[in-house]
């Protein structure tokens, strides 16, 4: 299993967001980590609850500013949001519960979600934040 890496190409241009980001990919990597190492359950489970918890963090801030910036689709980002929350919640819960086969579907999940928002949704809006920047 490739873990995520953070490259130059996820930036948006605002550092507050840049940053943000960059955590979420330290974080999937870290569970990647936890994972590969064969981690105790609790502290990989740790690990998946600070990922969703950080996400909610970063989630907040992103969607404040794009209130902040009147972004047309801040509703369908919103959305996006919400579904990746509820799908880590469903990890986290089928992870306690100690379901067989999680660790390579959270992995693939995490992986391809947080690298398509970024360069897809996120990426969408970078320009609008330049525009509104420059009046």
């Known amino acids: 299993m490739p873990a995520i890496s953070w490259n130059d190409d996820y930036r948006v241009g605002v550092p507050e967001l840049d940053a943000q980001h ?9 569970l ?9 359950r609790e502290t990989t489970a740790q690990v998946l609850t600070q990922l969703l918890d950080y ?9 404040r500013y794009l ?6 689709d801040q509703l369908l980002h919103h959305s996006e949001h919400k579904a990746f929350e509820e799908k880590l919640r469903d990890f986290c ?11 390579s579907d959270m992995h693939d999940y995490l992986t391809e979600w ?10 969408k809006y ?3 934040v ?4 420059s009046t």
Not at 22 to 30: E, N
Not at 32 to 40: F, S, T, Y
Not at 114 to 123: A, C, E, P, Q
């Open 22 to 30: 960059r955590r979420l990919f330290d974080l999937a990597k870290r």
């Open 32 to 40: 990647d980590a936890e994972i590969g190492l064969g981690a105790k």
């Open 55 to 63: 996400a909610k963090t970063h989630f907040t801030a992103e969607e």
């Open 67 to 72: 209130a902040e910036w009147g972004y047309p």
């Open 93 to 103: 819960e089928a992870f306690a519960s100690g379901r067989h086969g999680l660790v």
């Open 114 to 123: 947080i690298s398509s928002h970024i360069l897809g949704s996120d990426k």
């Open 126 to 128: 970078a320009p609008f």
């Open 130 to 133: 330049k525009n509104q920047n």
